[in-house]
C-alpha cells in the first residue's frame, strides 16, 4: 500500500508562487505516473497537473499552463508542484495522486492512491 503526504501549501498573496511537495511511500514511485489534482469549497475535485513515470512527458490543465509546473525526483520519491502568479482562483485543497498508469493522465479514475490533501489559499 502507498503512502503519500503533500506538503508546501499556505496562504500567499494574489501574483505569488508555491512550491507543493508530495512524499510517497510504500510502492515503487518511479514505476508510474503522479498527479496533482485540487478541490475548492462546493466544487468537484479537477485535474492540475500530471507527470510520467520517468519525468519525460507531463500534461496540465489549461488553467495550470504557462504558470504551474510539475515535477519529480525519484531517488527521493517525492512529487512536486510550483505553482507561480498564483490567482484566488486558485484556492484549493491540493492532492497528489499516484497513478496505475506509467504515462500522465488527467482522469481520476486512473489514480488510486491519494494524500490527504494540503490547503492553499491566495488572497486578492
Known amino acids: 500500500q502507498v503512502q503519500l503526504e503533500e506538503s508546501g501549501g499556505g496562504l500567499v498573496q494574489a501574483g505569488g508562487s508555491l512550491r507543493l511537495s508530495c512524499a510517497t511511500s510504500?510502492?515503487?514511485?518511479?514505476?508510474?505516473?503522479m498527479g496533482w489534482f485540487r478541490q475548492a469549497p462546493g466544487k468537484e475535485r479537477e485535474f492540475v497537473a500530471a507527470?510520467?513515470?520517468?519525468?519525460?512527458?507531463?500534461g496540465y490543465a489549461d488553467s495550470a499552463k504557462g504558470r504551474f509546473t510539475i515535477s519529480r525526483d525519484n531517488a527521493k520519491n517525492t512529487v512536486y508542484l510550483q505553482m507561480n502568479s498564483l490567482k484566488p482562483e486558485d484556492t484549493a485543497i491540493y492532492y497528489c495522486a499516484v497513478s496505475d498508469y506509467r504515462r500522465p493522465s488527467g482522469l481520476i479514475r486512473d489514480f488510486r492512491s491519494w494524500g490527504q490533501g494540503t490547503q492553499v489559499t491566495v488572497s486578492s
Open positions: 510504500g510502492r515503487t514511485f518511479s514505476s508510474y505516473a
Open positions: 507527470i510520467s513515470w520517468s519525468g519525460g512527458s507531463a
